[in-house]
């Protein structure tokens, strides 16, 4: 089993529409989340840390279930310029650094 | 934010060859720094993670002999991919991180290799 699973898609949605991607994780000792973006042939960017308490950065929410090792993000009112690979991370230690990233969802909003 | 650079963005070359890829944080000081390796389609997967001053940690399954990493400085760590063979053609990324900082790594650009 992977460590870090996802649905690698594409997801194929208009522009304005509403899209949820999800993750889970094995390892029940990992503690912290991240999701980051990839576009074609470039490294990776952080978009949002995750955090137990759910966040929201603008359009985009994340949520963390502990209980069910399930991450996910949700992107509101989608933009072109939202199409690109969505990576979920996981850090394998308590205090951060070994990062173990999922394969990628693909989102690709079209007008 | 801090910026990581890598160098080159792409080499081409012959197999059997050796290839060194730098890894330099240009404005913050990286005592960590970790190596990966994405082939198409496929997630990142860290390769080893390199130490300023000391030897780099490798994970399962990677060669040390054939990857060899040295952190010589606190902005500078260097890959080098010895004796290249076509299956080592991939997309190597390195990241930092700022000291104390548990949550963000910063990544450089990319180097895409292949081997012929």
């Known amino acids: 089993r992977k460590e870090v699973e996802q649905d690698p898609g594409p997801f194929n949605v208009p522009e304005g529409a509403t899209v949820a991607f999800n993750c889970t994780y094995s390892?029940?000792?990992?503690?912290?989340f991240f999701w980051y973006r990839q576009d074609c042939r470039k490294e990776p960017k952080l978009l949002m840390s995750?955090?137990?308490s759910g966040n929201e950065d603008g359009r985009f929410t994340a949520q963390l279930n502990r209980a069910s090792q399930y991450i996910s993000l949700l992107i509101r009112d989608s933009k072109l310029s939202d199409s690109a690979t969505y990576l979920c991370?996981?850090?394998?230690?308590?205090?951060?650094?070994?990062?173990?990233f999922g394969a990628g969802t693909i989102l690709r909003v079209k007008s | 934010g801090a910026v990581v650079s890598q160098h080159p963005s792409w080499v081409i070359c012959k197999s059997g060859t050796s290839v060194k890829i730098e890894c330099r944080s240009l404005?913050?000081?990286?005592?960590?720094m970790f190596w990966y390796r994405q082939f198409p389609k496929q997630s990142l997967m860290l390769m080893a993670t390199s130490n300023e001053g000391s030897k780099a940690t490798y994970e399962q399954g990677v060669e040390k002999d054939k990857f060899l990493i040295n952190h010589a400085s606190l902005t500078l760590s260097t890959l080098t991919v010895t004796s290249a063979h076509p299956e080592d053609s991939s997309f190597y990324i390195c990241?930092?991180?700022?000291?104390?900082?548990?949550?963000?790594?910063?990544f450089g650009p990319g180097t895409r290799l292949t081997v012929l």
């Open positions: 990241s930092a991180g700022l000291a104390g900082d548990r949550d963000e790594q910063f």
């Open positions: 404005d913050f000081q990286a005592t960590t």
């Open positions: 991370v996981v850090a394998r230690e308590a205090y951060g650094n070994k990062l173990v």
């Open positions: 390892n029940s000792a990992s503690q912290s």
């Open positions: 995750v955090y137990s």
